[in-house]
C-alpha cells in the first residue's frame, strides 16, 4: 500500500483557514486519495475524498497536486470543534483491493480561541 | 444523515470471556469492515468481509476472531476468549462500494478486558 506523509501537529486560530498537508509520493493512478478525522473519543469520520482533481465539500476543500504526489486539505473557517487528528490515506480501488484503509498517525490539530 | 450503529458503547470483560461486539450498516452498503485502536496507538485493520465471507484479515484477526452478518443486517465481531491485550477500541465501517465513495465508521465500542 502507498504511504502517506503528515506533520505530527499543526496548530490554528479559530476562523482562520487550516492547509493541512500530505506528502505521497508513491501514489499509484488506482489510488483515491482520501481524508478523514477523529475527535477525541469518536471513531473516524468521513471528511472529503478525490482522484485528480480539486474537491469541494460542505466540511472542506482537498486541493491535489497536478502530479498527485502530494495533496492538502483546506478547513476554510476553523472553530474549536474541528479541533481533531486528521488522517490523509490512500485507498487502492483495483479490483484486487479489499478496500481496507490503513491509518498513519494524522496530524493531530489544535485549534487556539 | 444514514448512520453506522455500534452496541454496546462500552463492555468490560474477564480475561477468557467470550465478547460479541454488534455493529449495524448502513442498510445498501455492501463491503464491511472490523478496526481497533488501542489506547494512544493507530488505528488498525482487522477484518474486510463481502458476499459473506472475509475478503482479507490482518495478522491481529487470529483463530480467537470471528465475523458474522447473521440477519442481513448486523455485522458482529466475536472475541473467543479474550485476553488484556484486546483491551482497544473496536469500530465498525461500511462502504456501498470500493469505488469513489467514503466509508462510514460507528462511534466504536469500548471493550475493557480486565
Known amino acids: 500500500d502507498a504511504k502517506t506523509t503528515q506533520p505530527n501537529s499543526m496548530e490554528s486560530n479559530e476562523e482562520e483557514p487550516v492547509h493541512l498537508p500530505c506528502n505521497h509520493s508513491t501514489i499509484s493512478g488506482t489510488d483515491y486519495i482520501h481524508w478523514y478525522r477523529q475527535l477525541p473519543s469518536q471513531g473516524p469520520e468521513y471528511v472529503i475524498h478525490?482522484?485528480?482533481s480539486n474537491v469541494n465539500n460542505r466540511m472542506a476543500s482537498l486541493a491535489i497536486a497536478e502530479d498527485r504526489k502530494s495533496s492538502t486539505l483546506i478547513l476554510h473557517r476553523a472553530t474549536l470543534r474541528d479541533a481533531a487528528v486528521y488522517y490523509c490515506i490512500l485507498r487502492d480501488v483495483s479490483s484486487s483491493n479489499t478496500g481496507k484503509l490503513i491509518f498513519g498517525q494524522g496530524t493531530t490539530l489544535q485549534v487556539k480561541p | 444523515e444514514p448512520e453506522v450503529t455500534q452496541t454496546p458503547s462500552h463492555q468490560v470483560t474477564q480475561m477468557g470471556q467470550e465478547v460479541i461486539l454488534r455493529c449495524v450498516p448502513i442498510s445498501n452498503h455492501l463491503y464491511f469492515y472490523w478496526y481497533r485502536q488501542i489506547l494512544g496507538q493507530k488505528v488498525e485493520f482487522l477484518v474486510s468481509f463481502y458476499n459473506n465471507e472475509i475478503s482479507e484479515k490482518s495478522e491481529i484477526f487470529d483463530d480467537q476472531f470471528s465475523v458474522e452478518r447473521p440477519d442481513g443486517s448486523n455485522f458482529t465481531l466475536k472475541i473467543r476468549s479474550t485476553k488484556l491485550e484486546d483491551s482497544a477500541m473496536y469500530f465498525c465501517a461500511s462502504i456501498w462500494d470500493r469505488g469513489d465513495y467514503g466509508y462510514t465508521f460507528g462511534s466504536g465500542t469500548r471493550l475493557t478486558v480486565v
Open positions: 478525490g482522484l485528480t
